[in-house]
């Protein structure tokens, strides 16, 4: 079956522990978020699986091949990261040109539509680019350059709503069109509900969640009252959170709704990123 398949893998950054002990599989023609704080180890996975840095310990594999200093496995991978690893004075033009060499299955045609699309000037430099411009530059490339599995790393920074909409409509359609693995790791966590299938969160450089988004958001609900009848209806329930606001209390709970929620308490359900901040609360 082909895949990522992440083994057992350590990573220190001297007496820090980035990774601890994490595995898991990318399956492929699947749609992933990746989530976690601010130094939670996603962009150290992200940049372990395309080799650009190394495990202290572990495995990983591209379709049963180990990422190591393997031309034919890296060659299944493409990673849009917040660096820019683009010659800085070269032209976009001509960017696109020498990314043909590298990536064999790149779409030139399709990179100059979507540039197009979303008005990049192909003439301009890489160095003049914008933050917004300098992301949407690097996702034209990482939807055309055709590979199995795609790795996005905070992909619309600086990009405004519009823009934002515009790539998600844009993914959304080449992944119906040319099915691959999309790993998207991003912030804007609620944007990102409507896209992904799975979900990875990791916490202090280990996996607390790794199923389906569905699976995942059914497990938990929300409730809304006064405290006294919030106090009440909270006995022998998982609690992973409470807001409190005046007398109204607000709990996050997860399990299945078992009981009947009492007059005066507002139920609804626990939405992708107030379930993702209440887990990954300290």
């Known amino acids: 079956m082909n895949s990522i ?17 994490v595995s898991l599989r990318f399956e492929e023609n699947k749609i992933y978020g990746l989530l976690g704080r601010n130094g939670a180890g ?4 992200l940049n372990l699986i395309t080799n650009r840095i190394f495990v202290n310990s572990g495995k990983i594999l591209v379709d049963g091949e180990s990422v190591i200093d393997n031309d034919n ?23 696109f040109k020498l ?17 197009e ?36 790393d905070e992909p619309v920074l600086g990009l405004d709503a519009n823009h934002r909409d515009l790539f998600y409509r844009t993914l959304l359609q080449k992944y ?13 966590i609620e944007e990102l509900s409507g896209i992904i299938e799975d979900i990875i969160i990791l916490k202090k450089g280990r996996i607390i969640i790794n199923e389906s988004c569905e699976d995942f958001l ?31 209390k ?4 997860l399990g299945k709704l078992i009981n009947e929620i009492p007059e005066g308490i507002e139920f609804s359900k626990l939405d992708l990123q107030k379930l993702f901040i209440q887990l990954t609360n300290s």
């Open 5 to 21: 398949e992440v083994r057992s893998i350590i990573k220190n950054y001297g007496n820090t522990c980035a990774l601890d002990n």
């Open 218 to 248: 059914s497990k938990g609900y929300t409730i809304t009252g006064s405290a006294t009848l919030v106090d009440a209806f909270l006995i022998d329930k998982n609690v992973i959170g409470i807001d409190t606001l005046g007398g109204i």
């Open 250 to 253: 607000t709990a996050y709970i």
């Open 99 to 115: 990314t043909k060499n590298f990536y064999p299955n790149f779409d030139a045609d399709y990179a100059i539509k979507l540039a």
């Open 176 to 188: 119906s069109e040319n099915p691959c693995t999309i790993i998207i790791s991003t912030h804007l």
């Open 117 to 152: 699309l979303f008005e990049l000037n192909l003439n301009k430099s890489v160095r003049s680019l914008s933050t917004g411009y300098s992301s949407i530059f690097k996702l034209i490339i990482s939807l055309s350059v055709n590979t199995p599995y795609i790795l996005l």
């Open 42 to 45: 996603k962009t150290t996975l």
């Open 73 to 95: 496995a890296l060659g299944k991978l493409y990673l849009m990261s917040e660096k820019n690893y683009y010659p800085e004075n070269a032209k976009i033009k001509h960017i």
